[in-house]
């Protein structure tokens, strides 16, 4: 059975840091491109950041320079580093697992950030 628990949302004032975690179960971790998505009431879900197997990154412009991804494969577990928060990145916040041939995706069940201004 495939798991992915978040974890590390909650309530921040605009400028402070979250560090979001996402650990994984049942799937073959390394094999799997880890990503974070978000969606804000209203609106559609969007990409914040996505982590390749190879360890390349890439960021929604929003928040380049803000937000950092990183997984650790022994631990199964991807990280969203988010610094300068603003009040738009409130949001739920979603871990997705896909892999690598595109044959399996996965998501979590969503953690909440809410930044207060």
């Known amino acids: 059975q495939v798991q992915l628990v978040e974890s590390g949302g909650g309530l921040v004032q605009a400028g402070g840091s979250l560090r979001l975690s996402c650990a994984a179960s049942?799937?073959?971790?390394?094999?799997?491109?880890m990503g974070w998505y978000r969606q804000a009431p209203g609106k559609q879900r969007e990409l914040v950041a996505a982590?390749?197997?190879?360890?390349?990154?890439n960021y929604a412009e929003s928040v380049k320079g803000r937000f950092t991804i990183s997984r650790d494969n022994p631990k199964n577990t991807v990280y969203l580093q988010m610094n300068s928060l603003k009040p738009e990145d409130t949001a739920v916040y979603y871990c997705?697992?896909?892999?690598?041939?595109?044959?399996?995706?996965?998501w979590g069940q969503g953690t909440q950030v809410t930044v207060s201004s």
């Open positions: 049942g799937i073959t971790f390394r094999l799997y491109t």
């Open positions: 997705n697992a896909r892999r690598l041939d595109y044959l399996a995706n996965y």
């Open positions: 982590i390749t197997t190879g360890d390349s990154s």
